[in-house]
């Protein structure tokens, strides 16, 4: 590719970081991957990764890669899970990971846990009056489930909170004005946890905040701001990701009726549910791209890359990748048919939820809030109609449509 043409597509790339709607996102990460695979972007100091090898190498090779400790792009949380490598992550994370990976935890209290949660959101939904679908119901069953495994109370002062806090995170690197909004967020957040923190330690209960504010590594309690990190990292990460794919996913159900019918009539079939949450998740990442500091001099896509580089992988390109994925700008419920459950795993097809060491502790409780959350929505509602056009998924490194104005109709039968 000669110089020109280059410039002109890095230029078309930039023009989506206001991530404004209707970006014709996908078609210039088409040709990114096939002309421009990995380049330097100098408007956001960092290197651009989108073919779906290269961003699984990035989200693997953690020998050559690892998240940024600070600054622009650094997660905003403070000193979490994220930021560890080597047994010290793998012994952390292992606290969050018995709540939250074992089949046994997930049978025997967190499935039951989501379903009632999703289940009393469903019921209180009205019927034949305009409502926001993702006020009034996604964004609810994710921090309700947190803020319940964590028994954390006033659940509704997180809304705020995460939002700001996760926007000043990856996203900062584009956005640096959000990284100090974010800081001051956590600020308020660590404030509002500090006397819960204290309590727990002295009078820990069943949950996974005592969990968390009663271990130990290597005979040395967790330190108190690791605690206080991990915590909104659980609020942030947790709610915000799950929330817009969900709104994301059921927009395309009202904008596509035999879709929402197809779903109608396969939906207690629980392997069907599944394949199509995790196609969800493939069409509609949350979060579009993830970022890594060289941590040696290297290559990736054959670009010589400098210890101390950024690299953005975006996993919103590598999920549409024509090389690992057949039609993928088709929406294909059947599409993880027998192979739904792997999804959910670091050995998925699917780049949502990472790779590597660093694949997101949440991810099956992520699928369970999903399923959960259509069962529950489908057992009552028959038909949704939009209320006036819907908006559109809008963002850059975050991407989802910001409301769902519907009108739910009764099942009838």
């Excluded at 002309?35 to 330097?40: A, E, G, Q």
């Excluded at 640096?176 to 209960?205: C, H, S, T, W, Y």
């Excluded at 690299?311 to 192979?339: C, V, W, Y």
């Excluded at 009552?380 to 104005?405: Q, Y």
Aim: hydrophobic share 40%.
């Amino acid at each position: 590719m000669d110089s020109n043409t280059a410039a002109v597509l890095m230029d078309e790339f930039h023009a989506l970081i206001p991530g404004l709607p209707n970006a014709p996102r996908h078609e210039v990460f088409q040709r990114l991957r096939k002309d421009l695979p990995v380049f330097k972007s100098e408007k956001i100091g960092a290197w651009i990764a989108s073919r779906y090898e290269d961003v699984v190498t990035l989200l693997t090779s953690e020998e050559r890669f690892q998240y940024p400790q600070s600054g622009l792009g650094s997660p905003s949380y403070g000193r979490t899970f994220l930021r560890m490598n080597g047994r010290e992550h793998s012994k952390k994370i292992g606290i969050v990971g018995r709540e939250m990976r074992s089949q046994r935890a997930l049978r025997d209290r967190l499935d039951g846990v989501v379903l009632r949660l999703a289940r009393e959101r469903a019921e209180g939904l009205p019927f034949g009056k305009p409502i926001d679908l993702r006020e009034a119901y996604t964004a609810w069953i994710p921090l309700y489930t947190i803020t319940e495994l964590t028994a954390l109370p006033d659940a509704p002062r997180f809304r705020d909170w995460y939002g700001t806090i996760v926007a000043g995170s990856t996203s900062s690197i584009a956005n640096p004005a959000a990284r100090e909004l974010a800081l001051k967020a956590r600020e308020e957040v660590a404030e509002f946890l500090e006397p819960i923190i204290q309590e727990r330690k002295k009078n820990p209960g069943n949950d996974l905040l005592s969990d968390l504010a009663t271990a130990e590594f290597d005979g040395e309690p967790m330190p108190h701001d690791e605690i206080v990190s991990n915590v909104i990292f659980l609020l942030a990460a947790g709610v915000e990701t799950t929330e817009r794919v969900l709104t994301s996913a059921l927009r395309h159900l009202v904008l596509n009726p035999s879709e929402w019918e197809w779903l109608r009539a396969n939906y207690k079939d629980l392997e069907k549910l599944s394949a199509f949450c995790a196609e969800a998740l493939r069409y509609f990442p949350p979060l579009t791209m993830v970022i890594r500091v060289a941590i040696t001099d290297t290559t990736l896509g054959n670009q010589a890359i400098t210890t101390g580089d950024r690299i953005i992988g975006i996993d919103g390109s590598g999920n549409f990748d024509e090389t690992h994925f057949k039609d993928p700008l088709k929406f294909d419920h059947d599409r993880f048919m027998g192979a739904s459950d792997r999804q959910y795993m670091a050995n998925g097809d699917i780049l949502t939820f990472g790779k590597g060491i660093h694949h997101c502790v949440g991810a099956r409780l992520g699928q369970l809030e999903m399923m959960h959350a259509f069962t529950q929505l489908l057992d009552r509602v028959g038909r949704i109609e939009a209320v006036g056009e819907l908006p559109v998924g809008i963002g850059f490194f975050l991407h989802s449509p910001p409301t769902l104005p519907v009108i739910l109709h009764p099942v009838t039968h």
